[in-house]
Antibody, heavy 119, light 108 residues
Framework: QVQLVESGGGLVKPGGSLRLSCAASGFTFSDYYMSWIRQAPGKGLEWVSYISTRGSTIFYSDSVRGRFTISRDNAKNSLYLQMNSLRAEDTAVYFC????????????WGQGTLVTVSS | SYVLTQPPSVSVAPGQTARITCGGNNIGSKSVHWYQQKPGQAPVLVVYDDSDRPSGIPERFSGSNSGNTATLTISRVEAGDEADYYCQVWDSTSDHPVFGGGTKLTVL
């Protein structure tokens, strides 16, 4: 079955860095766009970034542009999010999700990994 | 940027019909997707492209979209439907996805 499993979350100090991973299985990873979406504690969903099938198209939200870098390794069926210069407001559960192309829905989502930025 | 507006909460008795709205400028011209999120879980797609249901989603879940409002309708509401619901569209000017603020459905 289609499965997305995030890892790499944890506690980090403000200004620090963290790298999230999303391992995909059960589908042809290279056929799908992939995205990171986050949810701060008690808050709604916020899109973070997405990457096209071969990585040629990448978009970031204004809140993370210049600090976060999305990438993928189709040979390893994996998606990544390098997060630098972390701030308290980046504290959230980070979900990875696949989508077929622009305008398509996100389906499915991984279970999420918690990132806490605190001194 | 494109903004989606949802009511913070909707309450309904078991067996009744719940309607959750999602407002946006000329949202009827866009494809709207709806997600259900239960506490501590990842969001799950329940309606896509305004009114289509993924496999495994009960027929009780339906959607419509016209003018400035999209609506998720849940018929014969059950206790297990209690969750947060989010609408989502793609902003054509930026090619970014946009989420509504979410609606907490309470089953009385």
């Amino acid at each position: 079955q289609v499965q997305l499993v995030e890892s790499g979350g944890g506690l980090v100090k403000p200004g620090g860095s963290l790298r999230l991973s999303c391992a995909a299985s059960g589908f042809t990873f290279s056929d799908y766009y992939m995205s990171w979406i986050r949810q701060a504690p008690g808050k709604g969903l916020e899109w973070v970034s997405y990457i096209s099938t071969r990585g040629s198209t990448i978009f970031y939200s204004d809140s993370v542009r210049g600090r976060f870098t999305i990438s993928r390794d189709n040979a390893k069926n994996s998606l990544y999010l390098q997060m630098n210069s972390l701030r308290a407001e980046d504290t959230a559960v980070y979900f990875c999700a696949r989508f077929r192309l622009l305008l398509a829905p996100f389906d499915p989502w991984g279970q999420g990994t918690l990132v806490t930025v605190s001194s | 940027s494109y903004v989606l507006t949802q009511p913070p909460s909707v309450s309904v008795a078991p067996g009744q019909t719940a309607r959750i709205t999602c407002g946006g400028n000329n949202i009827g011209s866009k494809s709207v997707h709806w997600y259900q999120q239960k506490p501590g879980q990842a969001p799950v797609l329940v309606v896509y492209d305004d009114s289509d249901r993924p496999s495994g989603i009960p027929e009780r879940f339906s959607g419509s979209n016209s003018g400035n409002t999209a609506t998720l309708t849940i018929s014969r509401v059950e206790a297990g439907d209690e969750a947060d619901y989010y609408c989502q569209v793609w902003d054509s000017t930026s090619d970014h996805p946009v989420f509504g603020g979410g609606t907490k459905l309470t089953v009385l």
